[in-house]
């Protein structure tokens, strides 16, 4: 069973810096798609960025390019998402998520296992 425990949350003022990490426990990491999403009150859950197996293709959305970088460790079975130059609009509930290579990464059903979330809180 895949566990996934994400980490780094918290309260930063616009244009500063977090960084996410999510550990995984559990089935064959470096055989999955990796993805962060993220969900602001009262939105629907959308996809932040994405990774393949062994990082052979990086998806961001248009709202964070250049200014997120996603990042995977298989040795250590861990994902990183590093977040500069944050702004308000940043403030969400984000999850960590994995899927099986050849699924759509954009969409939310194709990821079978999350973690709980962490809480980024960006204030003007």
């Known amino acids: 069973q895949v566990q996934l425990v994400e980490s780094g949350g918290g309260l930063a003022q616009a244009g500063g810096s977090l960084r996410l990490s999510c550990a995984a426990s559990?089935?064959?990491?470096?055989?999955?798609?990796m993805g962060w999403f993220r969900q602001a009150a009262g939105k629907e859950r959308e996809l932040v960025s994405a990774?393949?197996?062994?990082?052979?293709?990086?998806y961001y959305a248009d709202s964070v390019k250049g200014r997120f970088t996603l990042s995977r460790d298989d040795a250590m079975k861990m994902l990183y998402l590093q977040m500069n130059n944050l702004k308000p609009e940043d403030t969400a509930v984000y999850y960590c998520?994995?899927?099986?290579?050849?699924?759509?990464?954009?969409?939310?059903?194709?990821?079978?296992?999350w973690g709980q979330g962490t809480q980024v809180t960006v204030s003007s």
């Open positions: 990774i393949t197996w062994s990082a052979l293709r990086t």
């Open positions: 559990g089935g064959t990491f470096s055989s999955f798609t």
């Open positions: 998520a994995e899927a099986p290579s050849g699924r759509s990464w954009i969409m939310p059903g194709s990821y079978d296992y």
